[in-house]
């Protein structure tokens, strides 16, 4: 039974998420998480500034109970799937993290640099979660969807402005890694 | 019924997220770096079965659990809006090393610093709803 502490290879990964789209449409939806962050702007009572959110987002409850669900899942996954979470990666990408300063590259599933409580009152590691956060939210917003709502629905339904986006993703990702970390790390 | 399936389907979803790694910041710079299939391997699998499964939902006439046809709506003809928006997003995603989905389930894991990313999100899709107009899309 110890296989089941082992992480997931990507042709297990794979399948499943495109099994968590199927029963979505099963069920009569359209798999997209970032819509959740327009729900929680409204529920916040954002309408008041900005038409964009006014709308019926009770009729988009379900979304947050899959919100919900992914959060129930993270903490079983972690909890009781998992011994180890040290993610292995590439033994050249854990030295070019090191170089980086990033002293937990393959030793831990998330940089401690970033995630540990004491980022939590460290000014730069807040200051890099919220820069991040907030070109997320914005991006995927701009762009009308995120990595499920294009790279894996609108992909999988041959959708070309899917693909103009998808590209987008990673010209941007490309940039941050490869000119704008040497910068700030 | 139909919220206990929402939330089932979350909770796999959930798991397959950490489970895969798709949610550990490091899987997210080493895609970008071209030093692992791994990353690749879940996108290109998971598109090529969500094809196959959207083709055949088109062509063969399947109704939903619940009988009701099923809709997939298009994305509306543009290019700025994705390929601007896209890359924003994609900065944002290899700097937090999460994009949506990932956020919430690493809430899960007790990961406290993601509340930050996703506080500012939310912050983010707002800026985005009071400037939307003056975008170009």
Redesign the interface.
């Known amino acids: 039974m110890d296989w089941i502490y082992e992480p997931w290879p990507w042709y297990v990964s794979g399948p499943m998420i495109a099994l968590v789209m199927f029963l979505l449409l099963m069920v009569g939806k359209n798999f997209g998480m970032s819509s959740n962050l327009r729900i929680l702007c409204t529920i916040c009572g954002a309408g008041n500034k900005a038409d964009f959110f006014r709308f019926d987002w009770k009729a988009q409850r379900w979304n947050l109970v899959v919100v919900l669900g992914a959060i129930i899942g993270g903490f079983i996954g972690s909890h009781f799937m998992t011994t180890d979470a040290a993610v292995a990666i590439n033994p050249d990408t854990v030295s070019t993290l090191n170089e980086l300063g990033f002293s937990s590259a393959g030793k831990t599933y998330l940089p401690t640099e970033l995630f540990n409580m004491e980022a939590m009152t460290d000014l730069k590691s807040l200051a890099l979660l919220s820069i991040g956060g907030l070109l997320v939210g914005f991006g995927t917003r701009y762009a009308g969807g995120c990595t499920s709502g294009h790279a894996i629905s609108g992909l999988s339904n041959l959708q070309f402005p899917s693909l103009i986006a998808v590209v987008g993703f990673f010209i941007g990702g490309l940039i941050m890694i490869h000119l704008i970390f040497p910068l700030i790390f | 019924m139909?919220?206990l399936?929402?939330?089932?389907?979350?909770?796999?979803?959930?798991?397959?997220?950490?489970?895969?790694?798709?949610?550990?910041?490091?899987?997210?710079?080493?895609?970008?770096?071209f030093?692992?299939?791994?990353?690749?391997?879940?996108?290109?699998?998971?598109?090529?079965?969500?094809?196959i499964?959207?083709q055949m939902?088109k062509r063969v006439p399947i109704k939903?659990?619940?009988g009701?046809t099923?809709?997939?709506?298009?994305?509306?003809?543009?290019?700025s809006?994705?390929?601007?928006?896209?890359?924003?997003?994609?900065?944002?995603?290899?700097?937090?090393?999460?994009?949506?989905?990932p956020m919430?389930?690493?809430?899960?894991?007790?990961?406290?610093?993601?509340l930050?990313?996703?506080?500012?999100?939310?912050?983010?899709?707002?800026?985005?709803?009071?400037l939307?107009d003056k975008?170009p899309h």
């Open positions: 139909r919220t399936s929402y939330l089932l389907i979350g909770i796999v979803f959930g798991i397959t997220m950490f489970k895969s790694e798709a949610a550990s910041w490091f899987r997210i710079y080493e895609m970008f770096k030093e692992s299939f791994h990353m690749y391997g879940i996108i290109g699998s998971t598109v090529l079965i969500g094809i499964t959207v939902i939903s659990f619940y009701e099923i809709q997939i709506p298009p994305k509306a003809k543009s290019f809006r994705y390929m601007f928006g896209g890359i924003l997003f994609g900065l944002g995603w290899a700097l937090a090393g999460a994009c949506p989905g919430f389930t690493l809430v899960g894991a007790g990961y406290v610093p993601i930050v990313v996703i506080a500012a999100s939310i912050l983010g899709t707002f800026l985005y709803g009071l939307k975008l």
